[in-house]
């Protein structure tokens, strides 16, 4: 099995983006330049709390 250059990643898919860990990873992640497809599955949360990414980032 190969090995993943972790140097090499440019985009993430993060779940549960909405909220907690996930909202709190794709700022990380956003801040340190990465791209992110952030996904959740309450959309009436994710417009309140993971529409400041978009608009932030």
Same mark, same amino acid.
């Given at each position: 099995?190969?090995?993943? !250059?972790? @140097?090499? %990643?440019?985009?993430?898919?993060?779940?549960?983006?909405?909220?907690?860990?996930?909202?709190?990873?794709?700022?990380?992640?956003?801040?340190?330049?990465?791209?992110? %497809?952030?996904?959740?599955? @309450?959309?009436?949360?994710? !417009?309140?709390?993971?529409?400041? %990414?978009? %608009?932030?980032?």
């Amino acid at each position: 099995m190969k090995k993943i !250059d972790k @140097n090499k %990643i440019k985009t993430w898919f993060v779940t549960g983006a909405s909220s907690g860990i996930g909202y709190e990873l794709c700022f990380w992640l956003l801040k340190r330049g990465y791209n992110v %497809i952030a996904v959740s599955r @309450n959309i009436a949360q994710f !417009d309140s709390g993971g529409g400041g %990414i978009r %608009i932030t980032y």
